[in-house]
């Protein structure tokens, strides 16, 4: 049973346009949240983070919000450019603090 | 910097044939993880290592052993390889625990 879930598998958006990422948990101990970027043949690169004391974190382009009560968080991205096309995972973590679950990804596609 | 390496880049197996992953990380961090990949799952942990000298099962640990060498690598082995251990595969490393990840570029492996 998957603890963190991102339901669109893919996502195509045209260059100049907002993307949003959609993100589910269901682990109420999770307080802590993370964007992850992927590019084929690379590794994750950390993108951005939330605490579960906020609601919003913002660095540039990038915003990702936070609704607890709905366990459920989205990030997006203003304006999305083609280089933003890439795989983007969200991650949880509980009090445990070294262990990440990490949801199964939405492929971003940016048209040009 | 090269952050964090990882060998092989890609590597094929048979069935029941063991082999080593390498990883080594040149950032000074206390804490490593091993991770798989697979289609749709996101990443799982395997392993974690929260500091030199110590190691922790992940998610799924089961056919995986792993070795905290020293301070900078961290290795993870296959005794007998298992078509369902074909994957990618991501180390990490983190100042602590409870800090953001750094990830190695991978490995892929193939079980036939």
Known sequence: DQQVKQNSPSLSVQEGRISILNCDYTNSMFDYFLWYKKYPAEGPTFLISISSIKDKNEDGRFTVFLNKSAKHLSLHIVPSQPGDSAVYFCAASGNAGNMLTFGGGTRLMVKP | ?112
């Open chain 2, 1 to 112: 910097n090269a952050g964090v390496t990882q060998t092989p880049k890609f590597q094929v197996l048979k069935t029941g044939q063991s082999m080593t992953l390498q990883c080594a990380q040149d950032m000074n961090h206390n804490s490593m993880y091993w991770y798989r990949q697979d289609p749709g799952m996101g990443l799982r942990l395997i392993y974690y290592s929260a500091s030199e000298g110590t190691t922790d099962k992940g998610e799924v640990p089961n056919g995986y052993n792993v070795s905290r060498l020293n301070k900078r690598e961290f290795s993870l082995r296959l005794e007998s390889a298992a078509p369902s251990q074909t994957s990618v595969y991501f180390c990490a490393s983190s100042p602590s625990s409870l800090e953001t990840q750094y990830f190695g570029p991978g490995t892929r492996l193939l079980v036939l």
